[in-house]
């Protein structure tokens, strides 16, 4: 039922708009109930693409039109007034289709945390079951794992050599290894887990929609963008989109469900009357709902790399023809070699000094380099060196910077964010830094490292090493909270996700987090996905 047109089904019962991480899960578990009709609409297209399934392949998508939304910051005067260009998944599976494939839930605290925001029912104890519920975990038996679900995880099939010296090193400055960091408590270091089966990536896609779209109660449209929510007497009624330079409409029987990411989602809100009165007049969109947090209570995990030359070959030194075309027939050989490694393959959490009750920097070690320079807007266009080279980013856990999404000149989204902009989070990196620095100072770095890349000279001083955090700041692709989840008035969404004051209408996505987790979002966000289809199941 893939075709917009010969389909006559127009009517559904649910609409959901973005078939991304969330949007996916939602579609295939409303499907499961043969009565039910959903409709499923996606702006990107499919995601068959071999570059799609090589986990290395995200590289070769990011800022590419056709996998990557590529959405626009405003000039950041936190970091000097760069501005990134913010990746985000644009087809079948949205971020689980062009993301790093790093698996992490986030730490018990992160949810329950959720709950004093006013997210009743979202406590660590509650999502549990739907964690285990998304999951297929292809490691050894473990109870913090699911074992029956659609999506593959599994433990990393051939860490880089490398990653031995760094998981050393953590260990000399006092980082126990981690058995399994997604049990609710992440302090130490640890190899990732992948959204990974056999090797390929496991997207949304592959793991829910690919047969679920066989039912024929499920229609999935393609290429099809929505442009606003269609409101009857304040209820969400259906959606309008363009398709092929055509506008079309769908209609709802029961709900429209906004699954279109954190910057879409605010948006398509916006577009369609529903968001600050004051935005929307200047505009010029008629208002439907003042609700002044629609777009804001955006959060990102601020990074900061830095790197060194080392004796050994890294990723970055062997992007010759003749190795990537061996690494190419040892990943289809057998789906070892960097073409099939997670983007980030080591990482470790830590508290970078006293009195934290949890870890504040998710430290993530990469056997090659890239450059971030001050004009830089996206760091998947930064240049590698040549020379052998490692990197450690280290992300702030819980940053305090705040940021909106706003509504640009043609009604798109476009990212108003300081990535630095609370001085508590520059202080903070200023301790991460230096943690990092004493990581690379341990005897394992030191028998690797033959010279300083990124800082160099080493800053001297906390003003010097705040410097160079707001020339060297990147975004980790991790927005979450624009379309906030609460118990209060000004919350966008409700614990069950529907809009206040708006009839027949969810959002279920990244954007509802409160507080962003500890670490990456995509095992949230498909947790997330289960979460809200089970309530709209069970007619909440
Ligand atoms: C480059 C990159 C690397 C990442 N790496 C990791 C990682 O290693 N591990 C991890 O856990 N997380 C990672 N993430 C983050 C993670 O993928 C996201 O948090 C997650 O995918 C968000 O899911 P979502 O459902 O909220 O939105 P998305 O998955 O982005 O889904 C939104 C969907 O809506 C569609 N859409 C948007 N607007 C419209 C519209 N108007 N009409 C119709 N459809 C629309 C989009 O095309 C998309 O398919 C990464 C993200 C990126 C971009």
């Keep these: 039922m893939a075709d917009a047109k010969s389909d006559p089904m127009d009517v559904a019962d649910y609409i959901i708009v973005g078939g991304g991480s969330a949007g996916c899960v ?45 959405y626009e910051q405003l000039p950041d005067p936190s970091i000097g007034n760069r501005r990134f260009i913010w990746s985000a998944g644009k087809m079948l599976g949205g971020g689980s289709s062009l993301n790093g494939q790093v698996y992490i839930r986030g730490t018990r605290n992160d949810f329950d945390h959720w709950l004093q925001l006013g997210a009743t029912g979202w406590g660590w104890d509650d999502v549990w079951p739907y964690f285990l519920r998304c999951e297929h975990w292809h490691g050894p038996a ?39 960091y997604n049990g609710g408590a992440m ?47 304040s209820r969400a009624v259906g959606v309008s989109y363009r398709r092929d330079g055509q506008y079309e409409t769908v209609r709802a029987a029961r709900e429209v469900i906004v699954s279109a990411g954190t910057m879409g989602s605010p948006a398509l809100l916006m577009r369609s009357g529903i968001g600050p009165a004051d935005s929307l007049r200047e505009s ?82 990469l056997p090659l380099a890239y450059n971030v320079e001050q004009d830089t807007i996206s760091s998947a266009e930064a240049e590698m060196p040549k020379e052998p080279c490692v990197s450690i980013i280290a992300s702030l856990t819980r940053p305090k910077s705040r940021g909106r999404i706003k509504l640009g000149a043609d009604k798109r989204p476009v990212i108003d964010h300081q990535l630095l902009g609370d001085e508590r989070d520059v202080a903070s990196m200023v301790k991460a830094m230096k943690f990092v620095n004493g990581v690379f100072a341990t005897s394992a770095m030191q028998q690797i490292i033959i010279g300083d890349r990124s800082p160099d000279p080493i800053p001297a001083n906390d003003e010097e090493w705040t410097q160079y955090i707001r020339d060297k700041a990147l975004v980790t692709y991790h927005p979450v909270g624009s379309c906030r989840m609460g118990a209060d008035d000004r919350a966008v969404v409700d614990p069950q996700c529907r809009v206040r004051g708006i009839g027949g209408l969810r959002v279920a996505d990244a954007s509802i987090m409160p507080r962003i987790t500890s670490g990456n979002t995509n095992a949230t966000a498909i947790m997330i996905g289960e979460k809200v289809a089970e309530t709209i199941r069970s007619g909440r």
């Design 26 to 70: 939602i579609a295939a578990r409303l499907s499961e109930d043969p009565a039910t009709r959903v409709i499923l609409l996606e702006a990107g297209g499919e995601a068959g693409s071999f570059m799609v399934q090589m986990p290395a392949g995200f590289a070769k998508m990011l800022l590419n039109d056709r996998f990557d939304w590529q």
């Design 142 to 180: 473990n109870q913090n794992h699911g074992s029956h679900g659609p999506v593959a995880v599994s433990p990393m099939r051939d860490p880089h050599p490398l990653c031995a010296v760094f998981m050393d090193a953590c260990a000399q400055v006092g980082l126990g290894e981690l058995e399994d």
């Design 187 to 233: 302090e130490g270091s640890f190899l990732t887990q992948a959204t990974q089966l056999d090797g390929w990536r496991c997207s949304t896609e592959k793991a829910y929609l690919r047969d679920a779209r066989k039912r024929p109660n499920l229609r999935v449209i393609t290429n099809a963008d929505v442009e606003t929510i269609i409101m009857e007497n």
């Design 284 to 365: 010029g969109i008629e208002i439907i709902q003042d609700h002044p947090e629609v777009g804001e209570n955006l959060q990102e995990h601020p990074g900061v790399t830095q790197n060194k030359f080392v004796n050994r070959p890294t990723i970055n030194s062997q992007l010759r023809p003749h190795h990537i075309m061996r690494d190419l027939v040892r990943f289809l050989w057998n789906r070892t070699g960097p073409l099939g490694a997670p983007a980030v393959q080591a990482m470790a959490m830590v508290r970078t000094h006293d009195g934290l009750e949890e870890p504040d920097a998710q430290i993530h070690f």
